[in-house]
């Protein structure tokens, strides 16, 4: 697998403050995969930048959206509406003639489910989907999923505390990652190494995105 690390920053002003876009594009773009990252993290997460790096060489843009709160240094990320208003203000700064994609990382998949369908996304990614809170699986968030309203695959670890795979409702487009937990890292004893499972993370949104785009 090929690792294209050339990328472009822009800034974009939102109603809730600026968002920082770090573009990684191939000569040739059949898609875009719009990225955000979760509540306890950036966009410098293992599986942000796996895609980042893997899904160039296939001909699909990545950009991977920094949300105002943690450019202002913020720890605790804001309600849902104020992150759907920033990724609103993003994704409309966009000027693309290929598919664009909504995608994220658990807080950052909920965004993208939620705002999908209304902004004109063809497909959402959902990675580490928060399916509930650690522990309280009777407080479902499958709702926003199933709502989407478009194509949608959602990547989950199998040791995830926020949902494992088997906890999401029939008939999901759900691909495992073998021993991974929230963050898809892998401990010892693991089926997989940490590399294997970003492959695993990487050929699952290669082919469900070739597959909706054709």
């Keep these: 697998m090929t690792w294209i690390k050339r990328q472009v920053e822009r800034l974009v002003d939102t109603p809730v403050g600026e968002a920082r ?3 990684h594009r191939p000569r040739t773009t059949k898609a875009s995969l719009l990225l955000g990252h979760g509540a306890g993290g950036g966009i410098d997460a ?8 893997a899904l160039p060489s296939y001909d699909f843009a990545v950009i991977r959206v920094e949300q105002p709160w943690v450019r202002e240094g913020k720890k605790v990320a804001p309600a849902p509406a104020t992150l759907d208003a920033a990724w609103t203000a993003v994704a409309d700064s966009l000027r693309t003639r290929t598919p664009i994609v909504f995608g994220g990382r658990s807080a950052g998949a909920r965004v993208a489910c939620r705002t999908a369908r209304r902004l004109g996304a ?3 990614v959902a990675l580490a989907y928060p399916l509930h809170a650690p522990g309280r699986p009777e407080k479902s968030r499958a709702d926003e999923l199933i709502g989407a309203g478009v ?11 926020f949902g494992r795979p088997e906890e999401f409702p029939q008939g999901i487009n759900l691909t495992p990652v073998p021993g991974a937990a929230h ?3 892998v401990g010892r004893g693991a089926p997989l190494s940490q590399e294997d499972a970003l492959v695993v993370i ?6 469900w995105m070739t597959r909706l785009v054709g």
């Design 21 to 23: 876009l770090v573009y």
């Design 122 to 124: 063809v497909g959402a």
């Design 183 to 185: 963050g898809f890292e």
């Design 151 to 161: 194509p949608t695959l959602v990547v989950q670890g199998e040791r995830d505390p």
């Design 202 to 207: 990487v050929e699952a949104v290669v082919e």
């Design 46 to 53: 293992i599986d942000l930048m796996a895609l980042a790096y």
